[in-house]
């Protein structure tokens, strides 16, 4: 939603009436993720996409009928419809896409937990009676927020947001035997802290926040850790690491790359991290310089379970050379491990 929300919220201040098309499930070589957006009104604008320009045509037209109608509908495109090839969604795979009126109550409702950056999840009815079509519940993993579906499923919609936010993934579930809803997991963008403001450090910023991600550099060094260095970080941290990290939250959502190759700033941050929630921990150095941190990290007390997290020599092998390459390498293997758990 966060691609989209802007846009959204431009046309609404002029009056325009909105519909919203949601990717709820995917099969196969499907181009976008469940969850994916596309925003439209009935003058011709579209904002996002829920295929590579597959689908976009034929969901803008039902988002026009279903604006008129007031009714919502739920979309399928697959290989083995005719209508796939007549789409251009001839390239294998198939996906449903719920589209509907979007209320301004429900987005402002969701707009508002996206900027309170918490984990949320959404409880949208994608199947079943005319009069529940569209009904959605936003909770939190501390209850439902917003929204009512009806008396009997707002608890099974509060139980099926608690399990999509624990395992923090977006699923279709079966919330009666004729009622089916799609539960989107909404998590807070997510974090990398470089440690070391070294030139590698500039390039992997500069690629984590063209990818979404809040950008924080640690490094007490002032000459490395300055502003004239990192002019468009989120945050700069002159600390030592391991104090710059305890004080900054170290979640699912978080990255950790050690970029100093100085045994005194990064050993004592990596005793810190890598025990911790952070879903990647990377360090630099050569296969000799990561055999002799392991022994210290080992001899320190760290579990050889927690060290096994250890991402190095650091980033996916390209045969970097270059300080830009090498952020490359780094911020790939980011992305490949946080898509193994989003």
Not at 34 to 53: D, F, I, R, Y
Not at 161 to 184: I, N, W
Request: glycine fraction near 8%; charged fraction near 20%; charge should be negative.
């Amino acid at each position: 939603m966060r691609d989209v929300m802007e846009t959204i919220a431009e046309w609404q201040d002029e009056g325009q009436p909105v519909a919203l098309a949601t990717v709820v499930q995917t099969w196969g070589s499907s181009p976008r993720q469940a969850g994916a957006k596309m925003a439209l009104t009935p003058t011709g604008q579209m904002t996002g996409s829920v295929s590579g320009g597959c689908v976009e045509g034929a969901v803008y037209d039902e988002g026009v009928a279903a604006l008129k109608s007031g009714a919502a509908r739920l979309l399928h495109f697959g290989v083995a419809d005719e209508t796939a090839w007549e789409v251009g969604l001839a390239c294998g795979g198939s996906i449903d896409v719920f589209v509907q009126p979007l209320p301004r109550d429900f987005f402002e409702a969701e707009r508002a937990a996206l900027n309170d950056n918490i984990p949320f999840a959404v409880v949208t009815v994608v199947k079943g009676p005319a009069e529940l079509m569209g009904r959605a519940v936003l909770a939190t993993e501390k209850g439902l927020r917003w929204g009512s579906l009806s008396a009997p499923l707002n608890p099974l919609a509060a139980e099926a947001a608690a399990v999509a936010l624990a395992k923090g993934q977006s699923r279709r579930v079966g919330l009666e035997p004729d009622v089916e809803a799609f539960v989107e997991v909404v998590l807070p963008p997510p974090t990398l802290i470089a440690v070391g403001g070294v030139h590698i450090t500039i390039a992997l910023v500069a690629l984590a926040k063209v990818l979404g991600y809040t950008t924080i550099v640690v490094d007490p060094r002032k000459y490395f850790g300055s502003q004239e260095r990192f002019p468009h970080v989120d945050k700069l941290v002159q600390a030592w690491p391991d104090e710059a990290l305890a004080d900054i939250p170290l979640t699912r959502g978080t990255a950790v790359a050690m970029l100093t190759h100085d045994p005194k700033l990064d050993d004592p941050a990596l005793l810190l991290v890598l025990p911790s929630p952070a879903f990647y921990v990377g360090a630099l150095g050569s296969r000799n310089t990561q055999a002799k941190r392991r022994q210290r990290l080992l001899d320190a007390g760290l579990k050889p379970a927690d060290l096994d997290r250890l991402k190095g020599p650091i980033g996916l092998e390209l045969n970097a050379s270059t300080p830009e390459e090498i952020a490359l390498s780094i911020m790939a293997q980011i992305v490949a491990e946080r898509n193994k758990v989003v």
